[in-house]
T-cell receptor, first 113, second 113 residues
């Protein structure tokens, strides 16, 4: 079946540091890939997505590239801010009649001034 | 445009009590979902409704029932609450983009004593 593995946290960074959160997946076919963000006390919000191999999703300074050869979708940001402190979830959608998203377990990021 | 709304935001129940969690979306989406979020477990799908008039079990349906009341509303019922159902519950919906980009509500934090 489908699965998503993302690096365990928590991750603590100083403001303006470089961020990478690793995500790898197992799926049949050509899934769509997502990063969601959850700020404290809130629901999940879509951060970015990529729907085919070599696509780069980007939003709010975050980027992730769909790498089919390594089955990865790592999240990066060049300079994090305190306001980026949140839990980040990698997810995939395999299509083919399925209605389910498969989520990773989440990575908590804390950015300190 | 409120997106996905959920009521209540917080609830405390005693073991054996029943309750219904309400969810509504105003985006004219066809599909709706109920998830639970537990520490270290990510999000797990309880039930989903691919379209009005249909419901299907997800990964963890035991102890829950759902009703797709109309296109806008999708409720989750706990008939006899158990401490293992203490969790944060999220409702989500998705349109017809083909990529299953899901929009989430703010969540209901449920404690069962």
């Amino acid at each position: 079946g489908n699965s998503v593995t993302q690096m365990e946290g928590p991750v603590t960074l100083s403001e303006e540091a470089f961020l990478t959160i690793n995500c790898t997946y197992t799926a049949t076919g050509y899934p769509s890939l997502f990063w969601y963000v959850q700020y404290p006390g809130e629901g999940l919000q879509l951060l970015l997505k990529a729907t085919k191999a070599d696509d780069k999703g980007s939003n709010k300074g975050f980027e992730a590239t769909y790498r089919k050869e390594t089955t990865s979708f790592h999240l990066e940001k060049g300079s994090v801010q305190v306001s980026d402190s949140a839990v980040y979830f990698c997810a995939l959608y395999s299509g083919a009649g399925s209605y389910q998203l498969t989520f990773g377990k989440g990575t908590k990021l804390s950015v300190i001034p | 445009n409120a997106g996905v709304t959920q009521t209540p935001k917080f609830q405390v129940l005693k073991t054996g009590q029943s309750m219904t969690l309400q969810c509504a979306q105003d985006m004219n989406h066809n599909s709706m979902y109920w998830y639970r979020q537990d520490p270290g477990m990510g999000l797990r799908l309880i039930y989903y409704s691919a379209s009005e008039g249909t419901t299907d079990k997800g990964e963890v349906p035991n102890g829950y029932n759902v009703s797709r009341l109309n296109k806008r509303e999708f409720s989750l019922r706990l008939e006899s609450a158990a401490p293992s159902q203490t969790s944060v519950y999220f409702c989500a919906s998705t349109g017809t983009s083909g990529y299953n980009e899901q929009f989430f509500g703010p969540g209901t934090r449920l404690t069962v004593l």
